[in-house]
């Protein structure tokens, strides 16, 4: 016997229903996986620091092109990209520091010369089917006014991503924007100081997918507050974007990873206690319950231990359980090298056992 119209309209309004909500899961775990599985195809990464992000020296001088140069390091060549290649590194972070480099308000046109010379090194990193990522680095002079002055601040912001977003619109996405560096409005309450980087990270999201071109479906990468992993876990929200990726840094403890003897906050010379290990797994667990095992894919942008004054042994062991529990979890750990860790020079690796610990070796 047929059921009353009205009673086969409620069940095909509920079959309809049941059906969007399955499409919406599939569709949602399709998102997730792809995130996670993109990030894991990234490998192993590598920072190319003190170099695009360097600043001037004081008194103008090496300014434009040979700021490149301004903190120690040699101009990098296409020959340098291809040993970071060849080396087992997949992916190279390129810090860009863009301030010196504009030109006045309201345009803040970024100088055609700086622009192009950062192109080709991206080009280059490409070219040997690299992942890359660029940012906006060391801005912290600028972009920190946006908790005085927001729209102020964000003329800037938006004028540095619409130049980048043009000049690489059409790049596969193999190239990452990455939308600030260790940016933290500390004159602002944590809860305040949350909502404003986020509020940051949105107008980015939207300033790249309209954009146009390949950038409608670039990754993105993302950092919270200070691109530190407990803030980022406490105050971190994501704008409503399926190809947005966290970024967070490591530096933990920051005793052993960046203090030096006399540092007031205290100073640890080696590293690797039952302790130590149980600390960093709890650090990556944080990161699995808070994003990955909801899909949400994780970089760690930046990651090291000063060489200098510290136990070698213990570095070896830190950096390799970093890329070990990175890696367990899908996470690309990109290491932070200012210079200190390889001679550019005469490519050579500055500590016996470092590179192995990097690649997963």
């Not at 020296?57 to 092109?65: E, P």
């Not at 409503?240 to 006399?262: E, N």
């Amino acid at each position: 016997m047929s059921l009353p119209s009205a009673k086969k309209s409620i069940l095909f309004l509920f079959v309809l229903c049941v059906s969007a909500l399955l499409f919406s899961c599939v569709s949602s775990k399709k998102d997730a996986s792809e995130g996670i599985a993109f990030v894991s195809g990234m490998g192993y990464g590598w920072n190319l620091g003190n170099t695009f992000d360097a600043w001037p020296n004081i008194g103008g001088r090496r300014g434009g092109l040979e700021t490149e140069t301004s903190w120690g390091n040699p101009y990098t060549t296409r020959k340098l990209i291809k040993y970071i290649k060849e080396q087992g590194f997949d992916t190279i972070r390129i810090p860009v520091t863009w301030g010196p480099h504009m030109g006045e308000a309201p345009e803040y046109t970024v100088d055609p010369a700086w622009m192009s010379r950062v192109e080709e090194v991206v080009d280059w990193a490409l070219a040997e089917k690299m992942y890359v990522i660029i940012n906006l680095h060391h801005e912290k002079s600028w972009l920190e006014k946006a908790s005085k002055d927001y729209e102020g601040t964000m003329t800037q912001f938006r004028a540095a991503w619409r130049q980048i977003a043009a000049r690489f619109r059409e790049r596969t996405d193999h190239l990452i924007f990455e939308s600030m560096n260790e940016i933290d409005f500390t004159d602002l309450p944590a809860e305040e100081n949350g909502a404003l980087v986020n509020r940051v990270n949105g107008e980015f999201v939207k300033l790249i997918r309209a954009s146009g071109g390949a950038n409608k479906k670039r990754w993105l990468l993302l950092p919270g507050i200070g691109a530190d992993l407990d803030k980022a876990c406490d105050h971190l929200v994501l704008p409503d974007d399926p190809r947005c990726i966290v970024s967070v840094h490591y530096y933990l403890p920051p005793q052993f990873a960046i203090a030096t003897p006399g540092t007031s906050w205290g100073y640890q010379y080696n590293w690797g206690s039952d302790e130590d290990h149980k600390t960093m797994e709890a650090n990556f667990e944080k990161l699995k319950e808070h994003y990955l095992d909801k899909g949400i894919p994780v970089i760690i942008g930046e990651y090291g231990c000063l060489l200098r004054n510290k136990d070698r042994a213990s570095r070896v062991d830190y950096f390799r359980s970093i890329v070990r529990l990175s890696r367990a979890n899908g996470i690309c750990p990109v290491f932070w090298d200012n210079g200190e860790e390889l001679d550019r020079r005469a490519y050579v690796w500055r500590q016996e056992g470092v590179l192995s610990a990097l690649t997963g070796n």
